[in-house]
RNA sequence: GCCGAGGUGACGGAGUGGUCAAUCGUAACAGACUGUAAAUCUGUCGCCCGUUCGGGCUACAUAGGUUCGAAUCCUAUCCUCGGCACCA
């Protein structure tokens, strides 16, 4: 229980508000708290880096604590057609419910929810009535609102900050206020709009209630883990995929990785800083990080498959035994670069040009000199295109 | 509505009459190297054709036009952004 509050308040925190002591006191004190973590209705896709706060979460519910997974599909609903930069459409709620069916198929990974309650903020936020929407404002201080860093950015260059953005941190604080939230979770990047649920709780029922902000994961290329980007481990990636993903992160940030993408437990973390530190190589400790990831999100048999796949065709370039296959009838002679096409190891011809002209394509382990050099397409043969793409031929 | 800026390849962003298939950065791909699919280095990065070297086609919001020649100039249209005005 006390390893579990631990695990709780220091694994991933970026920030405790107002204090983590105060929140480790009322973990420990056995009382049932009010917690929630709220989403964009928008969100489709979960990466690892997105997983931390739900993790979170999960521990939480796992604690017994009354624990709700908040849908923002307020400003969904609204749509919000002044912030193009956002790209935020009108979506309706069939939209909203079709989007958090691939999410929750994703954050069951993570996520247990029979022991947690989904709620959608339109429910209540629809039916707010001016006046009370007004009366909310006054609760706020717009000094507050453009102190922060990003709105004063915008504020000096010639950035439009919309009013309407404004009511953003009002409405997840009335969100906040509505759930009688004692503990709100979130990314680091949502601390402003959390607090606003601290402001509310506080002056409405003279409440004190926490905040806790998680870290982000660095990406697999050291940048912060972003759908942007294109640098993310994605909760739904195939095993193999996902395994070689993790390989291939820096060796700075494996600690990082443990801490924030798996679940183990943070002693022994402490024994693997150990080893590092010792001078083991990582590569060891990689992938025995990339084993427990796969393990944990798909399964132990996956794992197995990606490490021994990982092995075989990454660290002692073979091939693999079930690489893709195409049938082609005997009498299809055709020239390299044409070939390449057809197997579809290639999209063009000049594409394919380029990749023989670099030494990159073999033919049963034999180097392709020129594109238009003829092949005789034989029973198993094989047509490798770079280290990962191969294509077995099987004849008619 | 008015004024101003602008719409370029996956993205960011140069180019403002020929030397532009279009600088550069990122991403991607390949090769070398390596404990790794990392990093680094090198190369490639619209499509099609002929073995180097070239040739052709399609492209710089859309549609026309000027010109021997346009991503670059003109006209119209659409769209984006910012400011101002209007809002009975």
Redesign the pocket.
């Known amino acids: 229980m006390e390893d579990k509050i631990n695990d709780i308040l220091t694994r991933g925190v970026a920030n405790v508000i107002p204090a983590k002591n105060e929140l480790q006191k009322a973990l420990s004190s056995g009382q049932i708290l009010n917690i929630y973590l709220g989403i964009d209705a928008t969100a489709t896709k979960i990466h690892l880096g997105h997983a931390v706060p739900l993790r979170k979460l999960q521990k939480l519910a796992e604690l017994g604590h009354n624990v709700t997974f908040l849908i923002g599909d307020f400003t969904a609903l609204i749509g919000d057609t002044s912030d193009?930069d956002t790209e935020r459409p009108v979506l309706t709620a069939e939209e909203i419910e079709e989007n958090f069916k691939t999410y929750k198929k994703q954050a069951e990974k993570i996520l247990d929810f029979s022991k947690i309650k989904v709620v959608h903020n339109s429910e209540w936020l629809s039916k707010l009535t001016f006046k009370e929407i007004v009366e909310l404002t006054q609760k706020f201080s717009l000094g507050d609102f453009i102190s922060r860093e990003l709105i004063k950015k915008r504020l000096a260059g010639?950035?439009?900050i919309g009013l309407h953005e404004v009511l953003y941190p009002v409405m997840q604080g009335y969100d906040s206020y509505h759930l009688d939230t004692d503990l709100q979770l979130g990314g680091t990047d949502q601390t402003f709009n959390m607090q606003a649920g601290r402001t509310l709780q506080k002056i409405m029922r003279n409440k004190e209630s926490f905040v806790l902000a998680t870290s982000f994961l660095i990406g697999t290329?050291g940048r912060k883990m972003s759908k942007s980007w294109?640098n993310a481990i994605w909760l739904e990636d195939a095993p193999?995929?996902m395994?070689?993903k993790v390989?291939?992160i820096?060796?700075e940030v494996i600690i990082d990785y443990y801490t924030l993408g798996t679940n183990v437990k943070l002693d022994e973390i402490e024994a693997i800083k150990e080893r590092l530190a010792s001078g083991e190589?990582?590569?060891k400790v990689?992938k025995e990080l990339a084993f427990i990831i796969v393990s944990e999100l798909h399964d132990e048999k996956a794992a197995v498959d990606a490490k021994d796949?990982?092995e075989k065709?990454?660290?002692n370039k073979e091939l693999p035994e079930d690489m893709p296959t195409t049938t082609l009838d005997p009498d299809t002679h055709l020239e390299a670069s044409e070939l390449l096409?057809t197997l579809g190891l290639a999209?063009?011809?000049?594409?394919a040009k380029?990749?023989i002209e670099?030494?990159?394509v073999l033919v049963n382990e034999e180097l392709v000199g020129?594109p238009?050099q003829e092949i005789i397409p034989e029973d198993n043969m094989i047509v490798k295109?770079?280290?990962?793409?191969y294509v077995k031929i099987i004849l008619k």
């Open positions: 193009k010639n950035g439009r290329d294109g193999r995929d395994f070689g390989m291939a820096d060796d190589n990582p590569i990689k796949y990982f065709t990454v660290q096409v999209t063009s011809r000049s594409e380029r990749l670099q030494g990159a020129t238009n295109a770079g280290k990962r793409n």
